[in-house]
T-cell receptor, first 114, second 109 residues
Framework: DGGITQSPKYLFRKEGQNVTLSCEQN?????MYWYRQDPGQGLRLIYY???????QKGDIAEGYSVSREKKESFPLTVTSAQKNPTAFYLCASNLGQGPYNEQFFGPGTRLTVL | GQNIDQPTEMTATEGAIVQINCTYQ??????LFWYQQHAGEAPTFLSYNVLDGLEEKGRFSSFLSRSKGYSYLLLKELQMKDSASYLCAAVDSNYQLIWGAGTKLIIKP
């Protein structure tokens, strides 16, 4: 079955530590996205990538980094520079820019900083 | 700036009909999505509108008025499993999604 997987589902981290969230898709989608969701707020775009080896900052990129070495994979690193990293992180993918390009979402990773 | 507004929370009765409104202001417009999100889970696609009018899909319908910057999601014959958040997202001129904060729908028996 095609889909998007994220791991782990729950992640705990101590302050000052970097942590990497995994996102893999087998939908053959060109574009991939990372969102952050806080309680009572909409999805906020962290980074996105339209093609391998290229990515762009979203609205809240500070304190985060990404890589896109393979079409299927788009890992997100939450660095110690991110001041308030506790949140629900969602990875998504679609065919790319253009109308009616529905985004498909992974199950999410809930990150808690202790 | 770009902005999406939708009510924070709504309550409805099982078996009834509910309409969730969404107004948007974006730089350019390339359509509007509605997603359903159960607590702690990923959003799932419900509908996409780019032309004015009503799109019906089973118990769910979505309406768009481009001139008014307005959309609504209509849910009929409400079931307890419809209790979820409903996210409205407009597509801007760069094909980026601008997300609303979501409307939490509570269904009572």
């Amino acid at each position: 079955d095609g889909g998007i997987t994220q791991s782990p589902k729950y992640l705990f981290r101590k302050e000052g530590q970097n942590v990497t969230l995994s996102c893999e898709q087998n939908l053959n989608h060109d574009a991939m996205y990372w969102y952050r969701q806080d309680p009572g707020q909409g999805l906020r775009l962290i980074y996105y990538s339209q093609i391998v080896n290229d990515f762009q900052k979203g609205d809240i990129a500070e304190g985060y980094s990404v890589s896109r070495e393979k079409k299927e994979s788009f890992p997100l690193t939450v660095t110690s520079a991110q001041k308030n990293p506790t949140a629900f992180y969602l990875c998504a993918s679609n065919l790319g820019q253009g109308p009616y390009n529905e985004q498909f979402f992974g199950p999410g990773t809930r990150l808690t900083v202790l | 700036g770009q902005n999406i507004d939708q009510p924070t929370e709504m309550t409805a009765t099982e078996g009834a009909i509910v309409q969730i409104n969404c107004t948007y202001q974006t730089s350019g417009f390339n359509g509007l999505f509605w997603y359903q999100q159960h607590a702690g889970e990923a959003p799932t696609f419900l509908s996409y509108n780019v032309l004015d009018g009503l799109e019906e899909k089973g118990r769910f319908s979505s309406f768009l008025s481009r001139s008014k910057g307005y959309s609504y999601l209509l849910l009929k014959e409400l079931q307890m499993k419809d209790s979820a958040s409903y996210l409205c997202a407009a597509v801007d001129s760069n094909y980026q999604l601008i997300w609303g904060a979501g409307t939490k729908l509570i269904i009572k028996p």
